[in-house]
């Protein structure tokens, strides 16, 4: 059982915006900063979102991330039939010693 | 590129080992930890542990203690991850990424290699 908790599913029709909520505690969200992997079936994650808001080079506009207190949130706007994945958030957890994901979020796009 | 590939598929009986490779590219080998992620079937991503290529410090999850270890060849820039006591529930796609060091953000990863533990 994860201790960063995420909805299991959220969906949208093409276009629409989508937020994904991450809620952790203050031994890892409310410490460290957050990152977010997307996960196309059968494929390793990629880097979505690091350090709260910044997005690597090629990954589009419409993905964007933000943080406060013990919670984040990815937020997926102008959605489109590619972006159907799976989404984790992760950070590292001070108490634990772990490295933690989310229980994840898996986005349809109806 | 930047390029972590990974060795093949792995079929294995409980209380065996398993010993698996991630062979770096396009960077430079020492200025990147590579970690250790594992992911069972309709599960999430789980953190199994990290390994400093420079210094060869290792970081390992609490629940592996014991039965994880990891460790790297500079010469041919391979890290090896090797996980004994094998049962039924480390049935899973195992992945290396790297991380910038401390970044605590895993910007590349393997393909990922599928260990099947059953009798």
């Known amino acids: 059982q994860s201790v960063l908790t995420q909805p299991p599913s959220a969906s949208g029709t093409p276009g629409q915006k989508v937020p994904i909520s991450c809620s952790g505690s203050s031994s890892n969200i409310g410490s460290n900063t957050v990152n977010w992997y997307q996960q196309l079936p059968g494929t390793a994650p990629k880097l979505l979102i690091y350090s709260n808001n910044q997005r690597p080079s090629g990954v589009p506009d419409r993905f964007s991330g933000s943080k406060s207190g013990t919670s984040a949130s990815l937020a997926i706007s102008g959605l489109q039939s590619e972006d159907e994945a799976d989404y984790y958030c992760a950070v590292w957890d001070d108490r634990l010693h772990v490295y933690v994901f989310g229980t994840g979020t898996k986005v349809t796009v109806l | 590129q930047v390029q972590l590939v990974q060795s093949g598929a792995e079929v294995k009986k409980p209380g065996a080992s398993v010993k698996v490779s991630c062979k770096a590219s396009?960077?430079?080998?020492?200025?990147?930890?590579i970690h250790w992620v594992r992911q069972a079937p309709g599960q999430g991503p789980e953190w199994m542990g990290n390994i400093n290529p420079k210094d060869y410090s290792t970081t390992y999850a609490q629940k592996l203690q014991g039965r994880v270890s990891m460790t790297r060849d500079t010469s041919t820039s391979t890290v090896y991850m090797e996980l004994s006591s094998l049962r039924s529930d480390d049935t899973a796609v195992y992945y290396c990424a790297r991380e910038m060091v401390r970044t605590y953000y895993f910007d590349h990863w393997g393909q990922g290699t599928l260990v099947s533990v059953s009798s």
């Open positions: 396009g960077y430079t080998f020492i200025s990147y930890l």
